[in-house]
């Protein structure tokens, strides 16, 4: 199979299928990615081998709702007048980055442990070469509205993991996620020999791994949030930004989730450092839990709301106390000798929203109206489920139909 032609039908199969496709994932899995990529474009839906193939996957990967090729078809063929992968990797390439596919020797086997969920590729950006091993990868993650007790806790923690030959991996947000990404460039700027001194590469060179990684849940181009756009250039510059979705995709909350899953997978630890009751570092720490990864919380004032959701880990038993780098380090080192417990139930997606009818919201534009056919292309959905799907969200008061089409409602 010719290389590039296979990195092409990757860079395309991100655009055409969303994180976590799993009916796509198993396409590729039964078909190879150019060959998939051919399908999706002109295949016969009727297909009875591939239909076979890909139900069979998908029944041994546990998923309990399959409605067919056809359906899956709807949902990916109106997104291909929006399919330029050459395109996709000129604009990474000016951007100093490229595309990690699962075929390089570069490409973290760490992903491996989520089986058919594991990302079609990765698009990166930055100086660092590779995304170190999961062993020396830890995740610092935490609320959005942190305290000035979590910013310190969060920058002091990821400058001594870093200290420590680690890398510091998060979701690059507001609040905890940020204090953990400028705390680890902080330790790397003041070690001596590394990125505070006369080379960005001897922090990639020496097997240490880049200082921090951001994973985004949109482009590797879309600096998001816009107010850490100096702090996401700087990890561009130093370590690395890396996404599963292509060049100009905007975040969603259903991606937002999606990411999650990949800081777990990627690291050896996840720790939360402040996270109220429903947090989104909740979710992380579950998908943690669910990869055996283990689980460390930082506990907080039993007053404060910004650690109900630690306090709430740490009570399950789904986290162990951690209060430092030591503590982290540690529960690194005992990595795979002890099984973490079963996993916790899985909070609904939006206040008990499915996957479908989460990326039918993102989609809804806040102002003007936009129609069913915009909506196939910008959700990855058919043209029925997005007609029962508006009728759902409807009914719960989150969009509305307006002269010209369909608005999320203002509430």
């Known amino acids: 199979m010719d290389g590039r032609g296979l990195r092409v039908a990757r860079a395309a199969l991100t655009r055409l299928m969303e994180p976590s496709d799993l009916p796509g994932l198993a396409l590729i899995r039964v078909l190879g990615p150019e060959d998939a990529v051919a399908f999706i474009a002109g295949g016969d839906a009727t297909n009875a081998t591939v239909e076979r193939q ?15 090729l056809s359906e899956a078809l709807g949902r990916w063929r109106p997104r291909l007048v929006d399919v330029a992968p050459e ?15 699962p075929e390089d020797g570069s490409w973290p086997r760490a992903l491996d442990d989520l089986e058919l969920g594991a990302p079609i ?5 930055g100086s660092a070469a590779r995304i170190p091993e999961q062993s020396r990868c830890i995740a610092v993650v935490g609320s959005r509205d942190n305290t000035a007790y979590g910013a310190n806790v969060s920058v002091e923690i990821a400058g001594s993991l870093v200290q420590r030959g680690y890398t510091v991996i998060s979701g690059g947000a507001y609040g905890i996620d940020a204090h953990a990404h400028r705390g680890a460039l902080s330790a790397a700027m003041a070690m001596p020999g590394t990125l ?15 200082p921090t990684v951001a994973v985004m849940a949109g482009g590797v181009d879309r600096l998001y949030p816009s ?39 990627l690291c050896g630890v996840t720790v939360v450092v402040e996270a109220r009751w429903r947090s989104g570092a909740l979710n992380t720490a579950h998908h943690a839990e669910a990869l055996s990864r283990p689980v460390g919380a930082v506990p907080g004032s039993v007053y404060s709301a910004n650690s109900a959701g630690c306090h709430r880990l740490l009570r399950e038993g789904s986290a162990v106390c951690v209060t430092d780098a030591s503590d982290i380090a540690e529960l690194a080192g005992a990595m795979g000798e002890n099984l973490a417990p079963e996993p916790l139930a899985q909070t609904a997606l939006y206040d008990g929203l499915g996957t479908s009818d989460l990326l039918l919201l993102d989609a809804l534009p806040l102002r003007t109206a936009t129609s069913v056919e915009k909506l196939c292309i910008v959700a990855g959905l058919s043209a029925a489920t997005v007609l029962a799907g508006l009728g759902r969200l409807e009914a719960l008061g ?14």
């Open 121 to 125: 590729a990765l698009w990166c950006r």
């Open 87 to 101: 395109r996709d990797l000129a604009t990474v390439a000016r951007l100093g980055g490229g595309l990690l596919v």
């Open 227 to 265: 107010g850490n756009d100096d702090l996401l250039r700087t990890i561009a510059e130093r370590g690395l930004i890396v996404a599963e979705v292509p060049p100009g995709t905007n975040p969603t909350r259903y991606r937002f989730l999606q990411r999650n899953r990949l800081i777990a997978a």
């Open 196 to 210: 505070g001194g006369t080379s960005q590469e001897t922090v990639v060179e020496d097997g240490s791994g880049p």
């Open 54 to 68: 890909v139900t069979q996957l998908l029944s041994e990967a546990g998923t309990q709702r399959w409605t067919g």
């Open 398 to 411: 989150l969009a509305e139909g307006v002269a010209g089409g369909w608005k999320r409602r203002n509430r």
